[in-house]
């Protein structure tokens, strides 16, 4: 539930088609199953008028649904929402569209019902109302998500070009000088760089155990890549990241870095990096 929900339900497209679908489906489940006894609420015996007056009700709540989307939308630019999150929101909704139809109920139209026993009805069928719609749209915008990405990868297999490798969250992208990829690893897990000639040698921790990854590459060109992530230059031969470093100790040779894994070697820090790692260090 702490996942992430995909983009495309946040999409202005997906949301504008759902609220139709809704509104479709809520006139329709309104005049037939009519819930509510919405029949009683209007002074009329024409069954035409009702189906209007059916419709001008159903177009209220999906007005609310509509700007509670509109702020969703806003909301998932500044923060990204997850599942449970997601979900809330619907519940809210749901609680919102049935406190104003009790209220107009109770208040507007004189209903003589406990203002709890018409909220309690309008909150059941509510959600029986837009679970359906709810539901096939979800499972509907997901297969066409799935089919787009699938005519993507057939599209660029036909084009003669690989699919672009995505970095997420808390994984790092290792790739060699030709941009190919040579190894993906957990940020955690990687202790430091060591340039060695015309490669670099990637130290991470699988199994518990030190491993060392060799990389034609450059240790300045991952440098720019790995400078927002934690990483640090400590020397012209080494980086290290910086949540692995245990203490800095002086000694006669200089400044060297002792890592939280006792099989690592020291690292040593030269003059030129000696400022910065100590103002990262005590920061962190």
């Known amino acids: 539930m702490s996942k992430k929900i995909p983009e495309y339900l946040i999409s202005k497209a997906v949301n504008c088609k759902l609220l139709i679908f809704v509104t479709l489906f809520s006139i329709v489940f309104v005049n037939v199953y009519t819930p509510f006894e919405y029949s009683t609420w209007f002074n ?18 999906v007005s609310i649904l509509a700007v509670s989307r509109i702020i969703m939308h806003y909301v998932y630019k500044k923060n990204t929402l997850t599942i449970l999150q997601y979900c809330i929101w619907i519940v809210a909704e749901i609680v919102l569209i049935a406190s104003v139809y009790s209220l107009f109920s109770c208040f507007l139209l004189d209903d003589s019902r406990e203002y709890s026993d018409v909220f309690q009805r309008s909150i059941t069928f509510i959600a029986l109302i837009l679970f359906i719609p709810y539901t096939v749209s ?57 340039a060695a000639d015309n490669y670099v040698n990637i130290y991470y921790l699988n199994k518990n155990k030190l491993n060392k990854c060799m990389l034609r590459n450059t240790l300045k060109n991952l440098e720019e890549q790995l400078k927002d992530k934690g ?13 692995k470093i245990k203490l800095i ?36």
Not at 48 to 58: D, F, K, P, Q
Not at 272 to 282: C, G, N, R, V
Request: charged residues 30%; hydrophobic residues 35%.
């Open 231 to 243: 990483f640090i230059r400590c020397h012209r031969s080494y980086m290290v990241n910086i949540n």
């Open 138 to 194: 979800y499972l509907y915008f997901a297969l066409k998500d799935k089919e787009n990405k699938i005519d993507d990868l057939l599209t660029q297999q036909k084009e003669g070009t690989p699919p672009a490798e995505k970095e997420f969250d808390g994984i790092i992208l290792f790739k060699d000088e030709k941009d190919t990829l040579k190894l993906s690893v957990k940020q955690d897990c990687v202790y430091f760089l060591e």
């Open 249 to 284: 100790q002086k000694e006669k040779e200089g400044l060297f870095i002792n890592l939280d894994l006792e099989e690592a070697d020291n690292i040593p820090i030269s003059k030129t990096y000696a400022e910065d790692i100590l103002q990262m260090f005590s920061q962190t």
């Open 44 to 61: 009329t015996s024409s069954s035409t008028l009702r189906i209007i007056y059916a419709v001008a009700a159903t177009i209220a709540g």
